[in-house]
């Protein structure tokens, strides 16, 4: 009997089916051992010798492989395919040697396979190995050198600020990036500029083009600056006559995407199915060792031959050959140092369609994003037709251009499957996807009418996890087993946090940021921290000895640390103030100087530090005792305005006390002091001296029903939100002008500020509805008449009618419009037939549907296996 050992309990279950009675499959539960988390346990003064410490539960794992191996003819250390795996199978062994349970003539064999299925562990135990040591002490390599900047950096940290909690080699570059871009945010200055939009017609159908050049001059996005330049833009354009200058169709392709790597899976699962990169992390190794797909821990693009095979297989079967490429599709890593790796991330067997398995929802979704993705990348590209038009408009004395584009997909290929990535600024921009009317030079199209429209340029966004991860990836920073692991430090170090799904760095991750630019420059930068990762490859190569990246690298990190050592806080804080001046203390609207004390008059305002982390004091101290909290000084807030905080009454419902409060982001009020009690922010204007117990209890109430969308029978609600007071209906937003209407706001305001906002924006998505013009009663659904972007038109639920040019809006008839709605619904323009008029009756409110109950979550079936790779201390 052979000793096989693996690093879950799910894993050894499947595995002890496959080899059967001549294997015994035990478990490690991962790492078996670790550095101890204390001063010594690395010691360069000895050549970095390493002191290593097995946990009590792991010491239980070695005594049961210790008893298995008694009797047994072999060890086979069958752990992950990849250097942590790898890191495993070293230890195992190590520790199993120093306790003598090893025979001298018990052979001892390493075997990988990339995928827990039948044939992939009996094809890798037909080829066994021995321990990779180049990647082993990669993993040394790397373990040392988090250890010892965490240990060397944190308590410098603890001394010169106190309240921050640690400093990673990774860490501190991640959160530098989250860092530096907010600053970006902070000093971005916004421009306005304006766009023109000509709507035209030809052959009766209407599409849009929008301004090109003036006076043979280009015109960019931000060329027309002031709303007195459109405006005279748009009279032009309205005295000009129009004329089709050139049409240029162009065919292209559109490629798929290929197989998913670790970053590229966390990525998708973040964007398409709002899942983090931990949790992706949590249910892949699921998926993984229940042999539904290959490991998930990978750099590499490529599919082995026969994972190809089967896709080109199920591809033919499932979609037909016109989706087949003629050529099976190669795919090259393209990622930064990408480090040892088998294979993409692909279902190890395709005929198993995401529908056929019994999985809960979150794996359900992840395994079909993973198939869909493996299928579509060995499909047919897509092929589209774009067609650019210039169009001439003939004015005395000047030249002005107009271009329409539009594309039309004329073979789906792989977007059948895997559709195109969603757009990250969050902009709503899909001429591209339009159809135009046919066109060719020489038409003269009419013009209906001319926009213009006021925009302002927008600062960069925030990171998501999934863009941050996307960032660091491209500039090679850390590996793909250790980006969930990096961001959940951030955030559970409170250096960061999320918004939604935005990462937002607390003043304590900016503090520590600043203070590691300031006097760690080079170990923040991520050149270095790219380069260090390259000699890291060349050790698993290798191509280079641990001990000599060791060494070079402690002996300009010593002397860097020596230089801080002997240091003056009010050194530091002079570096701090200066660097972090944007953000505490922003510019203020009238010009005085952010620095000046508000109590006193003449002291300076400037960064202090406490035992509890940074603030803001006063120069002039202990005569001026004026203090804030950084996010206070960066709102421009006073700390004065906690003077009204207190209990303002008691809620008459709940018998709950009422209070008032100032947190980090200002003043707020809060029913009772449970554990997560209700709050709400005071909307700007709000005075807290002068708030009563009535308008608190009016602002725990939002958001509140306003009423049924007497259209679509969707609830429309009311609240405050952080860019003021709104109102919600299916998805969509309408601001409101004042913030006292959002307690007083009725459904037919509701309603009407609601088309408003659809009719105006233009930019609202398809189907946005717009305002009526006319509006009947009707027993199959309300008619109305609208005017539309592209012009007036009946509408009845799902069904749109164009109207005649003959036929005014104002004047359609109850017959007139029930028959347009008819004849379209009959040529496949909707669903249902307008029946007959009948006498209008009153309308009923749509019915609430009854929330369905979710379903528990199930209890996690196995332990989750982290890497300990760069997880600073």
């Given at each position: 009997?052979?000793?096989?050992?693996?690093?879950?309990?799910?894993?050894?279950?499947?595995?002890?089916?496959?080899?059967?009675?001549?294997?015994?499959?035990?478990?490690?539960?991962?790492?078996?051992?670790?550095?101890?988390?204390?001063?010594?346990?690395?010691?360069?003064?000895?050549?970095?010798?390493?002191?290593?410490?097995?946990?009590?539960?792991?010491?239980?794992?070695?005594?049961?492989?210790?008893?298995?191996?008694?009797?047994?003819?072999?060890?086979?250390?069958?752990?992950?395919?990849?250097?942590?795996?790898?890191?495993?199978?070293?230890?195992?062994?190590?520790?199993?040697?120093?306790?003598?349970?090893?025979?001298?003539?018990?052979?001892?064999?390493?075997?990988?396979?990339?995928?827990?299925?039948?044939?992939?562990?009996?094809?890798?135990?037909?080829?066994?190995?021995?321990?990779?040591?180049?990647l082993v002490d990669a993993y040394l390599a790397r373990r040392a050198l988090d250890y010892l900047v965490g240990f060397t950096l944190s308590p410098i940290l603890w001394r010169k600020l106190p309240g921050s909690r640690s400093a990673g080699r990774v860490q501190s570059v991640a959160l530098r990036l989250v860092s530096e871009r907010e600053s970006e945010?902070?000093?971005?200055?916004?421009?306005?500029?304006?766009?023109?939009?000509?709507?035209?017609?030809?052959?009766?159908?209407?599409?849009?083009?929008?301004?090109?050049?003036?006076?043979?001059?280009?015109?960019?996005?931000?060329?027309?600056?002031?709303?007195?330049?459109?405006?005279?833009?748009?009279?032009?354009?309205?005295?000009?006559?129009?004329?089709?200058?050139?049409?240029?169709?162009?065919?292209?392709?559109?490629?798929?995407?290929?197989?998913?790597?670790?970053?590229?899976?966390?990525?998708?699962?973040?964007?398409?199915?709002?899942?983090?990169?931990?949790?992706?992390?949590?249910?892949?190794?699921?998926?993984?060792?229940?042999?539904?797909?290959?490991?998930?821990?990978?750099?590499?693009?490529?599919?082995?031959?026969?994972?190809?095979?089967?896709?080109?297989?199920?591809?033919?079967?499932?979609?037909?050959?016109?989706?087949?490429?003629?050529?099976?599709?190669?795919?090259?890593?393209?990622?930064?140092?990408?480090?040892?790796?088998?294979?993409?991330?692909?279902?190890?067997?395709?005929?198993?369609?995401?529908?056929?398995?019994?999985?809960?929802?979150?794996?359900?979704?992840?395994?079909?994003?993973?198939?869909?993705?493996?299928?579509?990348?060995?499909?047919?590209?897509?092929?589209?037709?774009?067609?650019?038009?210039?169009?001439?408009?003939?004015?005395?004395?000047?030249?002005?251009?107009?271009?329409?584009?539009?594309?039309?997909?004329?073979?789906?290929?792989?977007?059948?499957?895997?559709?195109?990535?969603?757009?990250?600024?969050?902009?709503?921009?899909?001429?591209?996807?339009?159809?135009?009317?046919?066109?060719?030079?020489?038409?003269?199209?009419?013009?209906?009418?001319?926009?213009?429209?006021?925009?302002?340029?927008?600062?960069?966004?925030?990171?998501?996890?999934?863009?941050?991860?996307?960032?660091?990836?491209?500039?090679?920073?850390?590996?793909?087993?250790?980006?969930?692991?990096?961001?959940?430090?951030?955030?559970?170090?409170?250096?960061?946090?999320?918004?939604?799904?935005?990462?937002?760095?607390?003043?304590?991750?900016?503090?520590?940021?600043?203070?590691?630019?300031?006097?760690?420059?080079?170990?923040?930068?991520?050149?270095?921290?790219?380069?260090?990762?390259?000699?890291?490859?060349?050790?698993?190569?290798?191509?280079?000895?641990?001990?000599?990246?060791?060494?070079?690298?402690?002996?300009?990190?010593?002397?860097?640390?020596?230089?801080?050592?002997?240091?003056?806080?009010?050194?530091?804080?002079?570096?701090?103030?200066?660097?972090?001046?944007?953000?505490?203390?922003?510019?203020?609207?009238?010009?005085?100087?952010?620095?000046?004390?508000?109590?006193?008059?003449?002291?300076?305002?400037?960064?202090?530090?406490?035992?509890?982390?940074?603030?803001?004091?006063?120069?002039?101290?202990?005569?001026?005792?004026?203090?804030?909290?950084?996010?206070?000084?960066?709102?421009?807030?006073?700390?004065?305005?906690?003077?009204?905080?207190?209990?303002?009454?008691?809620?008459?419902?709940?018998?709950?006390?009422?209070?008032?409060?100032?947190?980090?982001?200002?003043?707020?009020?809060?029913?009772?002091?449970?554990?997560?009690?209700?709050?709400?922010?005071?909307?700007?204007?709000?005075?807290?001296?002068?708030?009563?117990?009535?308008?608190?209890?009016?602002?725990?109430?939002?958001?509140?029903?306003?009423?049924?969308?007497?259209?679509?029978?969707?609830?429309?609600?009311?609240?405050?939100?952080?860019?003021?007071?709104?109102?919600?209906?299916?998805?969509?937003?309408?601001?409101?002008?004042?913030?006292?209407?959002?307690?007083?706001?009725?459904?037919?305001?509701?309603?009407?500020?609601?088309?408003?906002?659809?009719?105006?924006?233009?930019?609202?998505?398809?189907?946005?509805?717009?305002?009526?013009?006319?509006?009947?009663?009707?027993?199959?659904?309300?008619?109305?008449?609208?005017?539309?972007?592209?012009?007036?038109?009946?509408?009845?639920?799902?069904?749109?009618?164009?109207?005649?040019?003959?036929?005014?809006?104002?004047?359609?008839?109850?017959?007139?419009?029930?028959?347009?709605?008819?004849?379209?619904?009959?040529?496949?323009?909707?669903?249902?037939?307008?029946?007959?008029?009948?006498?209008?009756?009153?309308?009923?409110?749509?019915?609430?549907?009854?929330?369905?109950?979710?379903?528990?979550?199930?209890?996690?079936?196995?332990?989750?296996?982290?890497?300990?790779?760069?997880?600073?201390?």
């Amino acid at each position: 009997m052979k000793v096989v050992v693996v690093e879950s309990p799910a894993k050894a279950k499947t595995i002890n089916k496959y080899l059967g009675k001549d294997y015994e499959v035990l478990a490690s539960f991962g790492h078996i051992r670790d550095l101890p988390a204390k001063d010594g346990s690395v010691r360069p003064d000895e050549d970095f010798a390493m002191s290593w410490e097995v946990d009590t539960q792991s010491k239980k794992r070695i005594a049961d492989i210790a008893g298995a191996l008694k009797g047994a003819d072999g060890l086979i250390l069958a752990t992950d395919p990849d250097r942590e795996g790898e890191a495993i199978s070293w230890h195992i062994l190590d520790v199993l040697r120093a306790k003598k349970a090893l025979k001298k003539d018990t052979p001892v064999q390493r075997v990988v396979f990339n995928a827990i299925t039948k044939d992939a562990v009996t094809a890798a135990m037909a080829k066994p190995r021995d321990i990779d040591m180049p990647l082993v002490d990669a993993y040394l390599a790397r373990r040392a050198l988090d250890y010892l900047v965490g240990f060397t950096l944190s308590p410098i940290l603890w001394r010169k600020l106190p309240g921050s909690r640690s400093a990673g080699r990774v860490q501190s570059v991640a959160l530098r990036l989250v860092s530096e871009r907010e600053s970006e945010i902070e000093r971005f200055r916004p421009d306005e500029y304006w766009s023109v939009e000509a709507q035209l017609a030809q052959s009766g159908k209407s599409f849009v083009a929008r301004l090109f050049s003036v006076d043979g001059k280009k015109t960019d996005k931000l060329d027309v600056k002031t709303g007195e330049d459109a405006a005279a833009l748009k009279a032009l354009i309205e005295g000009g006559q129009f004329n089709v200058a050139n049409v240029e169709k162009k065919p292209t392709k559109r490629n798929p995407y290929a197989p998913f790597t670790t970053s590229s899976l966390q990525q998708d699962a973040s964007s398409r199915l709002g899942l983090s990169p931990s949790r992706t992390m949590q249910i892949a190794q699921r998926l993984y060792e229940d042999g539904l797909i290959t490991y998930m821990r990978t750099d590499a693009v490529q599919m082995a031959p026969e994972g190809i095979a089967m896709a080109r297989s199920v591809i033919g079967k499932y979609f037909g050959a016109e989706y087949l490429p003629e050529k099976a599709r190669i795919y090259q890593t393209k990622a930064k140092n990408a480090q040892e790796a088998h294979e993409a991330i692909r279902p190890t067997d395709m005929f198993k369609r995401p529908e056929s398995l019994s999985l809960d929802a979150d794996q359900q979704k992840l395994y079909g994003l993973i198939w869909k993705r493996t299928l579509a990348s060995q499909m047919a590209s897509a092929e589209i037709d774009r067609t650019s038009v210039d169009i001439a408009v003939n004015v005395p004395g000047r030249a002005v251009a107009l271009r329409a584009t539009g594309s039309v997909v004329t073979f789906p290929g792989f977007l059948t499957l895997y559709g195109v990535e969603a757009r990250s600024d969050g902009e709503d921009d899909d001429s591209d996807s339009r159809e135009l009317p046919p066109l060719k030079v020489g038409d003269k199209p009419s013009l209906e009418k001319v926009e213009i429209e006021q925009h302002f340029t927008q600062p960069p966004g925030r990171y998501t996890e999934a863009s941050l991860i996307k960032k660091m990836e491209e500039l090679g920073i850390g590996r793909p087993s250790t980006y969930a692991a990096t961001l959940t430090t951030l955030k559970d170090r409170n250096y960061v946090r999320l918004e939604g799904k935005a990462l937002h760095p607390e003043d304590r991750g900016r503090i520590v940021t600043a203070f590691l630019e300031s006097f760690f420059t080079r170990y923040v930068e991520y050149g270095f921290t790219a380069g260090l990762e390259e000699q890291l490859d060349h050790v698993s190569a290798g191509e280079l000895d641990y001990k000599v990246l060791l060494r070079d690298f402690w002996k300009d990190f010593t002397a860097a640390t020596e230089e801080i050592k002997d240091l003056r806080v009010s050194e530091v804080l002079d570096a701090l103030n200066d660097l972090l001046a944007d953000h505490i203390f922003p510019a203020k609207e009238d010009g005085s100087d952010p620095r000046k004390c508000p109590t006193c008059g003449t002291g300076t305002l400037s960064l202090k530090l406490g035992k509890f982390g940074a603030f803001i004091g006063c120069s002039n101290y202990p005569e001026c005792k004026h203090t804030m909290q950084l996010s206070d000084a960066a709102s421009g807030q006073s700390s004065d305005a906690a003077a009204g905080d207190g209990v303002l009454g008691t809620d008459p419902e709940s018998g709950e006390e009422v209070h008032l409060k100032t947190g980090r982001f200002g003043p707020y009020v809060q029913l009772g002091d449970g554990k997560e009690p209700k709050r709400s922010s005071l909307p700007k204007g709000w005075e807290p001296a002068a708030l009563t117990l009535e308008k608190a209890l009016q602002l725990l109430s939002l958001p509140r029903e306003v009423g049924l969308h007497p259209e679509t029978g969707l609830p429309i609600s009311a609240g405050l939100g952080r860019y003021g007071p709104f109102i919600l209906h299916d998805g969509k937003y309408a601001n409101l002008p004042d913030v006292e209407e959002v307690f007083t706001v009725g459904i037919n305001r509701a309603v009407d500020l609601i088309a408003q906002k659809a009719a105006g924006g233009g930019r609202g998505g398809r189907g946005a509805a717009v305002a009526a013009i006319q509006t009947f009663e009707h027993d199959g659904g309300p008619i109305t008449v609208r005017a539309g972007r592209y012009g007036p038109y009946v509408n009845q639920g799902k069904v749109n009618a164009t109207l005649p040019k003959d036929v005014k809006p104002e004047e359609v008839t109850l017959e007139q419009a029930i028959a347009m709605i008819a004849a379209k619904a009959e040529a496949g323009g909707g669903k249902k037939k307008a029946a007959a008029p009948k006498k209008a009756a009153a309308k009923k409110p749509a019915a609430k549907k009854t929330p369905a109950k979710k379903a528990a979550p199930k209890k996690a079936a196995a332990k989750k296996i982290v890497d300990s790779e760069d997880v600073p201390f």
